[in-house]
Structures are given as C-alpha cells and as structure tokens.
C-alpha cells in the first residue's frame, strides 16, 4: 500500500456548457466524486443532466470529458424530444468538434430503473460496460435521475424499514464511489424535495440537521431521502425557482408608465461541497439550454 | 535492559527468550512458581533468575522514582508529560481553547457533525497545521490523510497550504517588527508533499490500511497526525454478521488508540451523524458511537 502523491491528483472536471456555472463550480462538475442536484420538480434539474452528457463529449481541453455517458432515468417517460432538441443547438455551436454525419445522441446510454435492487444489479453490469466501453469512447459521466424516485414509495415508515433503507443508500454510494475512482467518472445524481411545516425545532431541526434552510417557491424545503442520503453525497448543488413581481419601465406613447411583471427568478446555490465556498447564480432555461445570468 | 546482558547460562537465556520474555520489565511482575512452570525449569532455578533479573533492575533504575509495579508512571510524572507534548492548532482559538489547547498528540480525538458542517476542512486544516515548523510553535510533522469518502479536493487543500504559509509569514514580520518582508522557505507544494494521502474503497481495505499502518509508522517516524475521513462510512451498509462489524470496529479503535500511544501522534477521527429514537424524541447521534468508544469527542454544529 502506498500513498498516493498528492501533486499528481488534479481533479478532472466537466464544464455544464455556461461560463458563468463553471465559474460559480471552479470549473464544472468534478471526477471521482458524487454531486447531488437537489431541487423541487420543474426547476430543470433533467435540464443540467442532459446537458452535462452531452457537454461531456467534447475534448478536454474545452472542458469537456471527451467521453460517453450513462443515463439511469427513475422517472417516465425520458425527454428524449428534449434531449434531441437540446442536440440540435449543442452540435450547432460545437460543430468543429465532430464530424458531419455524427450524432452526440449516439454516445448517451439511457438505462430506466425502477427499484433500488434494480439500480444495485444494474451497477454490477456497469463495471464491464465502462470496461469495455474503453475501446471506443469511454464512459466518465454517469447521472442517476432521480435517485428519490427509487425510494419514495417501496418503504414504510417503521424504524426496521427506514434501517433498511439507510443501509442501502451507503451501500449504492459505496459502490458508485467505487466504480467512479476507478474510471475516474463524474457522478451526478438529482434529488426532490419534501416540505418543512412549523418551526425549526424538534423533527423538523433534525430533518434539515442543523444545516442551512432552503426556500423555492416560497416555501421552505430540505432534500429527500433525510441525514442519511445527505452523507452519502460529496457535494450538493440546490436549484430554486420563485415567481417574482419586477417593476419593469415601459415606454408608451403618453409617456412613461410602469407595468408590473411577474417574472420567474431561478437561482443554483452551492451548498455544500469540499472545494466550493456557499455562492450563488441566477440562470434561466431557454430552448439552447440552462445559462447562467450575469445580473 | 535486555535478557541477554544477564549474568545467566545461555541455556537459560535462551528458554526464556523462546517463552516470550524478552525484556525485564516483563519478568517484573510474574512469580518464581509460574516463571518455572513456563521455562520447565526448577524452581529454585527460577527464583536465581528473577533474582538476578530484579538486581540488574535496581542497579540501573536507581535515580527514578520507586515504583510498586514495573512500567508504572507517577500522576506527577504523566501530568508533567502531558503539559509538555505539543498541541496541533486547528487554526481557531475558539476551537483550540474547547480542545484545551489544540488537537492533542498521544489521544484519538473524534470530531462529529452533519454534511457540509466543514469535518473534511478541519481534517485538512489538522494535516496542513500540523507541519508548522518548531520555531513558530508548531510540531513540523507530517501528516496521513486517510479518505473513504473521496471528499478531498486536492486543490482546496492548496489553498489552505498557501494560506497557512501567508500566515506564517505574517507571525513572523510581527515578530521581527522591523517590517521587513522575511521569506518562508516553505511552498504550498512542499507541504502538498507532505501528505500521505491513502484512499481506500471499502472496509476491508481500511482494516488492512489500519494494520499497515505500524510498519508505515517505524519507516516514517516523522508523522505526527493521522486523519481519517470518515472513520465509519464504510461500515454503514448491512453487514451479514453484526458481531463481526462490532468486532472489527472496536478492533480498529484499540489499534489507532495503540498508534497514537506508542509513536506519540495525535489520531482524528472524522464522522458522520444519525439520528437516534430515543422514547419519544429525536436526537442527533455520532454514527456508531457505542461500538467506537473513544477519548476526547467533539460535534460540530451551527
């Protein structure tokens, strides 16, 4: 056994396809490490999944990973109209990138799960996929969407059951830790959100364990799946979207009036990761994909 | 003092090196009927040998202080060893003053606390810290950096290294108070170097890393700290056999405990917190603590 030689060990990263994000990441999603999305549906959490597989094929020297990725999707059906839309613009403005006839669709593996012992079978046929994936364009992304699904509904409530259940988070992330240190992979994971009723004492102070309080929608949420998920991931990013009313100037022919819009104010906080400080961005999702906004 | 400087037959020697004894202090406590029985040899032979054994004792050990038991400390003399070891500053004083002093050296401390609460940045602070030379109060060590959970970011840890050289730099131009920029001959680099960073996968390659980690120590006897990040990530999933899972973490415990006793290093151990149900409440736990039973512990909260 000897100790790895820490100024050989540089964290490889895959950009998310906007400056501003990587700037907010220190360069995008890390390798060899598992980065949690957490955020309520509708927020565009799928959004940055598929575009991160597809922004992971570029070469590194543009940030990218120059790799395939592997996509297990709980939820039904996959956006593959989305996904192709979202092809469409990344081959548009990366055109020198690939050849002609080339389709970067072609380098995404969609996987469905539907169980957690699913996904744990699944991931011991992953290690020779990646394995033999290396003659063509390796697989270095693997994105679970969404790991919540897979354990919301199969568990009762009874201390036993909740056991159960903890034990298997430690030992899918044990085995996805695993599989991403010895391929050198990116994992992403996304996560829901459950609501906080009442005050920050009692269940509700142990759920969200004395960590910072999240709001989206106007209302204040933590991640699913409790402590226990939470120590399973390295870093977890939390997207949040609120409707807010901004007082725009409108220059009408009787002079200047102002109408109030309701525009929707979607923010990535940071928070919490071994090599990030606690930031924030604002960004919006438009057909090209998700960009940060430079206010 | 050893067996072979005694004034005895080699035959005798012998017998009692193959039975085990190899040093006085292990015939100062055992009996000349049990000793005989042990060695297959006469009593009286027996009794000769201890006498002789205790004699080479005396005339040597003349200036300590009596003890009844052989290897036995006086409080007086542990209190004056322990005020004399180092600390390792955690780079806050608040902290430093809770831990009375800093991370102490021959003690396993175990720091707990939720995700994001910064356990991996103390545990990098710690191996940073650690390698404060001598002259500005430090114990200019190395450091082992044991991660289960891949939460160490190489780059974060140079940030540290760089800012902890800054600080130097400062203490020291307030030091000399002539204002001059006084250079650290010291590079976030070599203090990268100085890391012995081991990851590891499972818990079948920690418990062999822990047992490794004797022979490590003998060859690198300049390592003052040892982080593990954390201590019971691996052991969190269902193991087949309970009894095994509590055997083997207290085994570990014992073995850290014994490393920072014997080469007089600190040990951190980092770890994670669940809730426990107590009868009609909901509290927050350190993770396995009923099996890890450790010295000084600490939770982190904000």
Redesign the interface.
């Known amino acids: ?1 000897t ?5 050989q ?3 490889q990263k895959c950009t998310t396809g906007c400056p501003i994000l990587d700037r907010l990441l ?1 360069g995008g999603i ?1 390798c ?3 980065t949690e999305i957490v955020a309520e549906s509708g927020s565009g959490k799928t959004q940055i999944c598929l575009q991160l597989s597809l922004h992971a094929q570029l070469p590194v020297s543009h940030g990218g990973l120059a790799a395939s990725s592997l996509y297990l999707h709980t939820e039904f059906p996959f956006p593959f109209r989305r996904l192709h839309q979202l092809c469409l613009s990344f081959r548009s403005s990366n055109a020198h990138h690939f050849p002609v006839n080339d389709n970067p669709c072609d380098r995404i593996f969609v996987q469905s799960v539907h169980t957690a012992d699913h996904l744990l079978e699944i991931m011991s046929k992953t290690d020779p996929f990646i394995e033999n994936s290396k003659n063509q364009v390796p697989v270095r992304l693997i994105v679970i969407d969404s790991i919540a699904a897979l354990f919301r509904s199969d568990f009762d409530n009874t ?1 036993v059951e909740l056991k ?1 259940r ?3 988070f ?2 899918i992330s ?1 085995k996805l ?2 599989l ?2 010895r391929f050198n992979l990116a994992v992403l994971v996304t996560n829901q959100v459950v609501d906080l009723v009442g005050p920050n004492e ?2 509700n102070g ?1 759920r969200i ?4 309080c999240l709001h989206t929608s106007g209302r204040r949420v933590c991640p699913a799946l ?3 998920w ?2 399973c ?2 870093s ?1 990013l939390f997207l949040s979207r609120n409707e807010e009313v901004i007082r725009e100037e409108n220059e009408k022919s009787n002079g200047q009036s102002c109408d109030f819009v309701k525009k929707k104010m979607r923010k990535l906080y940071v ?2 990761a ?2 990030l400080p606690e930031s924030s961005c604002e960004f919006e999702i438009t057909r090209e994909g998700l960009f940060g906004v430079e206010r | 003092m050893e067996i072979w400087r005694l004034p005895i037959s080699a035959s005798q020697r012998g017998k009692l090196i193959s039975a085990g004894y190899t040093s006085l202090s292990s015939l100062s406590s055992i009996s000349s009927s049990d000793l005989a029985r042990e060695l297959k040899v006469s009593e009286s032979e027996a009794m000769n040998i201890l006498k002789v054994a205790s004699h080479s004792r005396g005339s040597e050990t003349s200036n300590a202080s009596c003890s009844i038991v052989e290897g036995a400390q006086s409080a007086w003399d542990m209190l004056h060893d322990e005020e004399s070891l180092m600390h390792i500053t955690t780079s806050s004083a608040d902290l430093d003053n809770i831990l009375g002093g800093g991370i102490h050296c021959k003690e396993v401390t175990e720091i707990g606390g939720v995700p994001g609460i910064g356990k991996t940045q103390l545990g990098i602070q710690v191996a940073v810290n650690v390698q404060i030379p001598n002259d500005f109060g430090g114990l200019g060590g190395k450091a082992i950096y044991i991660d289960t959970e891949g939460s160490f970011m190489v780059e974060r840890a140079f940030q540290i290294a760089e800012a902890c050289i800054e600080d130097m730099s400062e203490y020291n131009r307030f030091l000399r108070k002539d204002f001059q920029e006084c250079k650290i001959k010291m590079l976030p680099q070599d203090i990268l170097e100085n890391i012995f960073y081991f990851r590891i996968c499972s818990y079948t390659e920690q418990i062999a890393l822990i047992n490794y980690l004797d022979k490590f120590l003998s060859e690198h006897k300049d390592v003052k700290v040892i982080v593990v990040d954390s201590v019971t990530f691996h052991f969190r999933q269902d193991f087949d056999d309970m009894a095994l899972r509590t055997r083997v973490l207290s085994g570990m415990a014992l073995k850290l405990m014994n490393l920072a006793k014997r080469f007089s290093l600190a040990v951190v151990l980092l770890n994670q917190v669940t809730t426990k149900h107590t009868e009609a409440s909901f509290q927050l736990a350190l993770a396995l603590v009923t099996v890890l039973d450790l010295c000084s512990v600490t939770m982190l909260s904000r």
């Open positions: 056994m100790p790895q030689s820490l100024l060990l540089t964290s220190y890390p060899d490490s598992i201390p159960r903890s034990s298997l430690f030992k044990s830790k695993a991403a240190k009692g269940i142990l364990g004395n960590l910072v409790g402590l226990a939470a120590n991931v390295n977890r928070v919490f071994p090599h």
